[in-house]
């Protein structure tokens, strides 16, 4: 089993930052695709930001590009989500998942990935 554990969301002003880290467990951090998730009031969860397992590939949401940062330190087994210019309409529960060996580099279909993180919220205040 893989554990995923999420820390860093909480209240902040638009315009503001945060980070999101996901800790995995064991060692086995750098064979798993990453994307971070997130579902807001009403909607569907969706991807909106993804590596591939060494980090050289990523994917933005047009939502969060130009804004958001994902890397991954597979030594550490641990993800990041850098959140900059924070608007209320990123206002979610934010969820890291990781994938196995189905994925091959990008993917954004949550149902392609094994494991997941318990979410954590973050709010953005006007």
């Known amino acids: 089993q893989v554990q995923l554990v999420e820390s860093g969301g909480g209240l902040v002003q638009a315009g503001g930052s945060l980070r999101l880290s996901c800790a995995a467990s064991?060692?086995?951090?750098?064979?798993?695709?990453m994307c971070w998730f997130r579902q807001g009031p009403g909607k569907e969860r969706a991807c909106v930001a993804a590596?591939?397992?060494?980090?050289?590939?990523?994917y933005y949401a047009d939502s969060v590009k130009g804004r958001f940062a994902i890397s991954r330190d597979n030594a550490k087994n641990t993800g990041y989500l850098k959140m900059n210019n924070l608007k209320p309409a990123d206002t979610a529960v934010y969820y890291c998942?990781?994938?196995?060996?189905?994925?091959?580099?990008?993917?954004?279909?949550?149902?392609?990935?094994?494991?997941w993180g318990q979410g954590t919220q973050v709010t953005v205040s006007s």
């Open positions: 590596v591939s397992r060494i980090g050289g590939n990523t």
């Open positions: 064991g060692r086995t951090f750098g064979s798993y695709a």
């Open positions: 998942a990781a994938g196995g060996r189905r994925i091959t580099g990008i993917s954004v279909v949550a149902g392609l990935y094994d494991y």
